[in-house]
């Protein structure tokens, strides 16, 4: 089990994103490789997550956050943007939730 989530680690790669600024308490949706991906900055921290609704598709970075909370603007599911978990439905399957850093100015997303 323990070197399985070993090899899971090294697949992981990073990949530079081109989200411009993201002041504190916003989130920017950026292609990430075939995927939309929201980063959201929350006092200071990036935070990156899939910016697809489980429930319905719909857009999350053009949600509400509420601390570590996205709320979908569509139909109102929660995801906690730390684990991907679901917080409240109507979605019921989470969402991919990845790394995020930046280096030289430069953002960065672990995508697996
Ligand atoms: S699409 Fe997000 S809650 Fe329905």
């Known amino acids: 089990m323990e070197r399985e989530g070993k090899e899971h680690h090294l697949m992981s790669e990073w990949v530079k994103v081109e989200a411009g600024e993201i002041g504190d308490g916003e989130i920017t949706a950026v292609p990430v490789g075939e995927r939309m991906v929201a980063i959201a900055n929350v006092g ?12 319905q598709h719909c857009s ?4 509400d956050l509420d601390g570590l909370v996205i709320e979908c603007p569509c139909h109102g599911s929660q995801f906690d943007i730390t684990s991907g978990e679901v917080v409240n439905g109507p979605a019921t399957e989470p969402i991919d939730v990845f790394e995020a850093r930046e280096e030289d100015g430069q953002l960065l997303v672990a995508l697996e």
Do not use: P
């Open 44 to 55: 200071g921290n990036l935070h990156a997550f899939d910016d697809v609704c489980t429930h």
């Open 60 to 63: 999350l970075a053009e949600g």
